[in-house]
């Protein structure tokens, strides 16, 4: 089971860090991608991180204000969000796929093996 937190409400230019944590099994072995779903939009792959940490990738719309990074002990994959845009609005989920460390995650790599339920993110003054 994979659960995303960190979501709300914040203004325009500010930040948020969210959170995937996992219960049942080790992320360790997975690559995480995180995703993003604006109201009346198509899901969209936003950013992925390998599973040794080693190798990121983000999609043009967030590269330079979004980082993911991964914290083995704590067993969670974070995205840190700055630069807030009012489009960045949607619901954002992370999904994770078993994965050799060699393996070049994309953030267009939809094929996951768990996701979780999503968490809100709202950019507004």
């Known amino acids: 089971q994979l659960v995303e937190s960190g979501g709300g409400l914040v203004q325009p230019g500010g930040s948020l860090t969210l959170s995937c944590a996992a219960s049942?099994?080790?992320?360790?072995?997975?690559?995480i991608g995180w995703f993003r779903q604006a109201p009346g939009k198509e899901r969209e792959g936003i950013s992925c991180i390998n599973s040794d940490g080693g190798s990121t990738n983000y999609a043009g719309s967030v590269k330079g204000r979004f980082t993911v990074y991964r914290d083995g002990a704590k067993n969670t994959v974070y995205l840190q969000m700055n630069s807030l845009k009012p489009e960045d609005t949607a619901v954002y989920y992370c999904?994770?796929?078993?994965?050799?460390?060699?393996?070049?995650?994309?953030?267009?790599?939809?094929?996951?093996?768990?996701w979780g339920k999503g968490t809100l993110v709202t950019v507004s003054s």
């Open positions: 049942g099994f080790f992320l360790e072995a997975y690559a």
């Open positions: 999904a994770a796929v078993h994965a050799v460390s060699s393996w070049k995650c994309s953030p267009n790599y939809y094929d996951m093996d768990y």
